[in-house]
Nanobody, 123 residues
Framework: VQLQASGGGLVQAGGSLRLSCAASGRTFSSYALGWFRQAPGKEREFVAS???????YYSDSVKGRFTISRDNAKNTVYLQMNSLKPEDTAVYYC??????????????????WGKGTLVTVSS
């Protein structure tokens, strides 16, 4: 699976951004797809995921502000980010795995990664 993330940028606190991740190479609908992020000096952390069966998972820090969705026809997963905070500033990575991806998933256990896209939230 090849993953290509896009949509990052600079936004003021309280603003919104939508990230996209286009997948190719394998049966898209069979994979769990998710987003992780990594802030400077911090470890990569889980943000949100969408299982192949339609379940969604969110980290507590983004629940109620971020929404993950997927379009199997377009082989794309989206992350709508609203009410952004400076602490959301990070490089966001798209991830895919045949196993479910949740907050308990260790980044090293995820099989496929896309290149990151930088999100900067100014105060």
């Amino acid at each position: 699976v090849q993953l290509q993330a896009s949509g990052g940028g600079l936004v003021q606190a309280g603003g919104s951004l939508r990230l996209s991740c286009a997948a190719s190479g394998r049966t898209f609908s069979s994979y769990a797809l998710g987003w992780f992020r990594q802030a400077p000096g911090k470890e990569r952390e889980f943000v949100a995921s969408f299982s192949w069966s339609g379940n969604t998972y969110y980290s507590d820090s983004v629940k109620g502000r971020f929404t993950i969705s997927r379009d199997n026809a377009k082989n794309t997963v989206y992350l709508q980010m609203n009410s952004l905070k400076p602490e959301d500033t990070a490089v966001y990575y798209c991830a895919a795995d045949l196993a479910v991806i949740t907050a308990a998933t260790k980044p090293q256990d995820v099989e496929y990664w896309g290149k990151g896209t930088l999100v900067t939230v100014s105060s």
